[in-house]
């Protein structure tokens, strides 16, 4: 516990780079410490370690299916790296716990475009446009150049 609340402490303060090591410590001594694993997994998406911050947050998500935080930062991780399919059911199961979580409606809209669903990523956008007006303005560009993207030239 002390090295999960140093590392937790450190990633809190906007000192990522220096939790990942207090956090290694505290999943090699507890490796079922499911919030350990996130807050690793989260300080690594911090300093654009994405990579490294799968396994991580993979790890919390299994230890603990009902860590909603785990699962939004693995699904944006999962966008990241382009498998929007994997990150879909994640959000979605979120979506039914906390309906109104602005980020997981702005990602799960994201991911949709993502695999090319953009009616679906509309719907998530017109939920998000009640929510957050400035998120849904973000997210519009993003689907517009997927779209485009997606179109044959």
Known sequence: RPWYNLGTHLTDSGR?????????????????????????GRAYLLINR??????SLRAAVRLDPEMDNAAVNLAAALINRGLSAEAIPLLE??????????EVRFNLGLAYAGVGNFDAAQRELTLLSRLSP???????KLIDQA??????E
């Open 50 to 55: 994405v990579n490294e911050a799968l396994p």
């Open 134 to 140: 400035p998120q849904a303005r973000a997210l519009a």
């Open 93 to 102: 199961k979120v979506c039914r716990r906390i309906p109104d979580w602005a």
């Open 147 to 152: 779209a485009r993207a997606a179109r044959p």
């Open 16 to 40: 990522p780079a220096e939790a990942i090591t207090p956090l290694m410590r505290a999943v090699g001594i507890d490796p079922q410490f499911a919030d350990a694993w996130h807050n690793l």
